[in-house]
């Protein structure tokens, strides 16, 4: 009866959140410095890939925030429902970076000292433009810029008409939304055994565990049979690509307040393996969250110059702006 009465519980308190018209998300590594720099040696890395003192101390300490809200419920939403989008990754010392899409607007801020910091190669001044850079001074500076989500549209385009420009972005439709949904219900209900616990005060803990080369190789078998309904070059990995993964047990502990989810904790220190590693885990908190609003004060940013200019297509108006100090290389792979 346990196993079921806390799958129920869990399965309700995801409900509730679909009911909700607006939702954060906030995601904390827990590990240190330390620990990071074993798990990247323990990968083998090339001569000079290892990954900087800055960016283990950076992403150690990195929160990442996302917060969505909808006209409607957020489990009857679609892309046309929503309002307000806000993505955020901030440190102790200060928000590296913002995105936020307000409307047919995207704004958006970087911490560019910071980032060079963390990669080891320092951004230029913005003092080292010329007048004709405009908006992208303001990149540099770390202020917010915005850009027209149509203005992009209607350049992109553009780009594709001349034989450039990008691919539409694969989505998947509500159908095959629907399968995977059930794909992972069906191995959850098979691998996961559940246990629950009260304090009294209105919280739960609802705690998962299961072995997690089982669960990810059962989980990919569910959808392979799928694969044709997936977007292109969207493959999915072989038992074989999954035979080495730990298999050691992987717990997640679910807080539930008066019956919502608020808190999920998942230690992985065990996945690990034969790394040094102290701690290692994620905390996502859901809340309600501030309202995404359009920061004021954003510097327009002109999408003919950026997607003909600045990505390497030919420039609109001609203006030449020398951008040779802008190739930095910002460490992606790093997040």
Do not use: C
């Not at 027209?148 to 990008?166: I, L, N, R």
């Not at 609802?206 to 493959?235: Q, S």
């Not at 702006?321 to 290389?329: H, N």
């Amino acid at each position: 009866m346990e196993q079921l009465s806390a799958g129920k519980k869990l399965d309700r308190a995801f409900e509730e959140l679909g009911k909700k018209n607006r939702l954060s998300f906030e995601l904390d590594v827990d590990t240190d410095a330390a620990t990071l720099k074993a798990l990247d040696a323990e990968s083998d890395p090339a001569p000079g890939e290892e990954i900087p003192d800055e960016a283990a101390d950076l992403i150690s300490d990195a929160k990442i925030t996302v917060t969505v809200e909808s006209k409607k419920p957020l489990a009857e939403s679609g892309e046309k429902d929503l309002v307000g989008t806000a993505v955020k990754v901030s440190t102790p010392d200060g928000d590296l970076a913002e995105y936020r899409m307000i409307g047919d607007y995207v704004y958006a801020r970087v911490d560019m000292d910071a980032m060079g910091k963390m990669s080891g190669s320092p951004v230029p001044s913005a003092d080292d433009l010329p007048p004709e850079a405009g908006a992208f001074k303001a990149v540099l500076e770390g202020k917010w810029v915005k850009f027209s989500t149509k203005e992009m549209d209607k350049a992109g385009g553009a780009g594709e008409k001349a034989g450039g420009g990008p691919a539409p972005a694969p989505s998947l439709d509500a159908k095959t939304q629907q399968k995977l949904v059930k794909a992972l219900r069906e191995v959850v209900a098979r691998e996961v055994r559940f246990k629950t616990a009260g304090s009294g005060d209105g919280t739960e803990h609802v705690t998962a565990t299961a072995p997690f080369r089982t669960l990810v190789t059962e989980l990919f078998g569910e959808l392979r049979p799928l694969t044709k309904d997936l977007p292109p070059g969207m493959e999915l990995p072989t038992d074989k690509d999954l035979k080495d993964a730990p298999n050691a047990k992987v717990t997640a502990d679910f807080t539930l307040k008066n019956g919502e989810l608020s808190q999920v904790d998942v230690d992985l220190a065990k996945l690990a393996e034969s790394a040094k590693v102290k701690k290692l885990g994620l905390t996502l908190r859901m809340s309600e969250g501030t309202r995404p609003t359009a920061p004021a004060g954003a510097t327009k940013l002109d999408m003919g110059d950026l997607m003909n200019g600045f990505l390497g297509g030919p420039r609109v108006g001609g203006s030449d702006i020398d951008t040779s100090g802008l190739d930095q290389d910002f460490p992606g792979d790093d997040f």
